[in-house]
């Protein structure tokens, strides 16, 4: 796979995202309340308005979309916590191939049920990340499938840049970008855009203390095995592959990762609901859990990517009480 990857390949998922017509260019607005609030520029990059309630059809649709005819006809395979699992049934709806979907057991209630509204072979196995992964990839391997990874995959990677793409684009002057972190396919892919056209940006990572996979591999200097406990943040779950690119990426690109707390992420989210009356998922609002939390003091024009808005209704009424 090689450990290095060109900022070309970002524009070039972004054409062909284009030209596809399944991703859309999201808002990027400046956040009033929290601006006020924190004393400084806070802007929030909405992809909870995509297609699938995430950003994850961006890496989906552009792996697809670079698929040989072979593959296609092969049909792909992918394992999930629920939003690249939207992604990937989306794509393949509409590209016209066959997909496999696997999720662990205990995915939110809301992306299983949205996954059934699609055609492809639902799959619910193993009691998290790691073991629904397992189980994919033994079927890639018994069907001859075409493996889709969530996040270590560079044109997954490249996809999921575009959203720092469009953001830059929109706010050039833009000094600190606040990202999700889990297997590291968003932050890898946006500190490769972000630092090849503004060099002194300055890239945070926010990751769920329930599961700190790049944090610790980032703090050891190498990738490392962590618990993996039950989160609000469950997108941003699991263990990272051996040798997975997004390490080496984040490694080059990242200034910092912070950690935040499961209360930090339910405030979140209820500031979502009842200041911007915004429904967002918990992997989502980690950003905005670190700024409300004080993990990261904000320095603006400050950038945050908020990810995806696929909460289970039961989830979001337990939260808001």
């Known amino acids: 796979m090689g450990e290095t990857m060109e900022a070309h390949e970002v524009l070039d998922a972004a054409n062909r995202l284009a030209r596809s017509g399944l991703v859309y260019r999201t808002p990027l607005v400046r956040c009033e309340p929290l601006?006020?609030?924190?004393?400084?520029?806070?802007?929030q990059k909405l992809e909870?308005?995509?297609?699938?309630?995430?950003?994850?059809?961006?890496?989906a649709t552009n792996k697809l979309l670079t698929l040989t005819t072979a593959e296609r006809e092969r049909g792909v395979v992918t394992a999930s916590a629920g939003n690249h699992a939207l992604g990937v049934a989306h794509a393949a709806r509409h590209l016209g191939i066959a997909a496999t979907i696997v999720v662990p057991k205990g995915a939110s209630a809301a992306k299983v049920e949205a996954l059934r509204r699609y055609p492809a072979n639902l799959i619910l196995e193993g009691e998290n990340y790691e073991a629904a992964e397992l189980y994919a990839r033994n079927l890639e391997r018994e069907q001859s499938l075409v493996f889709v990874s969530a996040y270590n995959d560079r044109e997954v990677i490249a996809g999921q840049a575009?959203?720092?793409?469009?953001?830059?684009h929109d706010l050039p002057e833009a000094k600190v970008l606040l990202v999700p972190v889990g297997g590291g396919?968003?932050?890898s892919g946006v500190g490769l855009w972000a630092?090849?056209?503004?060099?002194?940006?300055?890239?945070?990572?926010?990751?769920?203390?329930?599961?700190?996979?790049?944090?610790?591999?980032?703090?050891?200097?190498?990738i490392v095995s962590v618990p993996d406990l039950p989160s609000l943040a469950d997108g941003l779950a699991g263990n990272l592959e051996a040798e997975t690119l997004t390490f080496e990426l984040a490694k080059r690109y990242v200034d910092d990762v912070v950690l935040v707390g499961e209360e930090d992420i339910a405030a979140a989210i209820r500031y979502y609901a009842d200041e911007l009356h915004l429904i967002a998922e918990g992997s989502a609002v980690v950003g905005l859990a670190a700024l409300l939390s004080g993990q990261v003091t904000p320095s603006g024009p400050l950038v945050d990517f908020v990810t995806g808005r696929n909460i289970a209704p039961a989830?979001?009424?337990?939260?808001?009480?």
Request: proline share 2%.
């Open 48 to 59: 909870l308005f995509q297609t699938t309630g995430s950003f994850k059809l961006r890496g």
């Open 185 to 187: 396919g968003l932050i």
């Open 315 to 321: 989830t979001l009424r337990k939260i808001l009480g």
């Open 162 to 168: 575009t959203l720092a793409l469009e953001a830059l």
């Open 35 to 43: 601006s006020a609030r924190l004393g400084s520029e806070i802007y």
């Open 195 to 222: 630092k090849s056209v503004s060099p002194q940006i300055r890239l945070i990572g926010v990751q769920s203390e329930a599961s700190t996979a790049m944090y610790a591999a980032l703090v050891a200097g190498k």
